[in-house]
């Protein structure tokens, strides 16, 4: 099976689940290679009191034995704390006594669409799932990709470039990514991070939020990752999928991204040289992708983040019950959520990596993966030198 994962689970239910498959054996694997991950998730300026009440950690249900993983799929649970104060209005068991119904529908969010798809009349039915805490169970599935990533020497990072009106270079915040984690903010740029906070700050005050932008990158990837054959297999394209899939993202953009438009094709295409015997690009423009495949420069993925629906001033609606105008939903939420959603984006580009290289590499277990891994990345260090023509005589 391929690997990839799915997630069940309510935002104020008992948890959220995360179902990993198509992950080889013989990987090691514990939960803390999970929970720092799901740490990060949970941090940064801006953020609302639930995070206060959770403490996000897995527990394996399945797929793993003595530290190591199983090739079945593996099952995950992180336990929400909340629920013991929600119980009442989301237990699985009808309730004796029905909770009041949710008819303010937040604009810009699920609510309203999605109570016209489903058919509901309650809007919490949509909202709890169409939460952003389901993206805890997604980064729970990213911690075992990133693991299996940097058993090949894939590395991951990220760093947000822009809140509000606040911002560096993107191309700044791609080459510092690593250091982002010292930032309240994730930014690498100290003096930005305080601009950045101020921004925060002034948001709060008037009872509103912020969006930014952040841009992931993976360095290591080899050449080869994803296929020109075939539309579907593009890995590029893949993970414009997987980022514009994270809760309140709007835009993605791959190296230069839109920025090429404007561009001749001098300035935009990565030149092929020759040093040391082997292939290198003279730019990282095209974001390490070319035909849909990964050309062995660092991937580079950008994403924009609209702020989040459900603010404090709450905007103009309709009640569903009555037909009247009336003022959005509200319930605890964060003033800014973008250094979450970046540690998102990592959770996601490992994702899609780590589905491309077992691919490429086979999925049964570790050791036969290694062993072609390190069969092709040896093909492709003396390609060059053996292509080379020999010189007149």
Known sequence: MRFG????????????????????????????????????????????????IEKDEIEFLGGVRHGYT???????????????????????????EAPKKVTLPRPGHADLAGMQKYAFDDLRNVLERSSARETTARVAAGGVARKLLNEFGITIHSAVYRIGEAAIEKEQAALLAAKA???????????????????????????????????VTAEGCPPGLGSYVDWRDKLDAKLAHAIMSINAIKGVEVGLGFGVGSRRSSEVQDEILLENGELVRSSNRLGGFEGGMTNGEPVVVAAAMKP???????????????????RAFRERA????????????????????????????????????????????????????????????
């Open 5 to 52: 994962f799915s997630t069940a689970g309510e935002s104020h239910g008992p948890g959220e689940v995360t179902l990993v498959h198509g992950v080889p054996a013989g990987l090691e694997l514990g939960a803390g290679d999970v929970n720092e991950d799901l740490a990060r998730r949970q941090r940064g300026y801006g953020r609302g009191g639930r995070q206060k």
């Open 70 to 96: 199983l090739g079945s799929p593996i099952a995950m649970l992180v336990r929400n704390n909340d629920y013991a104060n929600w119980e009442d209005r989301m237990t699985p068991d009808p309730p004796e």
């Open 181 to 215: 984690d010292e930032s309240d903010v994730r930014c690498p740029d100290p003096e930005a991070t305080d601009r950045m906070k101020a921004e925060i700050d002034a948001a709060r005050y008037a009872r509103d939020a912020l969006g930014g932008e952040f841009v």
């Open 308 to 326: 989040i629906s459900t603010i404090a001033q709450a905007l103009r609606t309709v009640d569903l019950s009555t037909y009247e105008p009336a």
């Open 334 to 393: 964060d003033s800014c959520a973008v250094p979450a959603a970046a540690v998102v984006g990592e959770s996601m580009v490992a994702v899609v990596l780590a589905e491309a290289f077992l691919e490429k590499f086979g999925a049964d277990n570790i050791t036969d993966i290694r062993a072609a891994h390190d069969s092709y990345r040896s093909r492709l260090r003396f390609t060059a030198r053996e292509r080379r023509p020999e010189p007149s005589h």
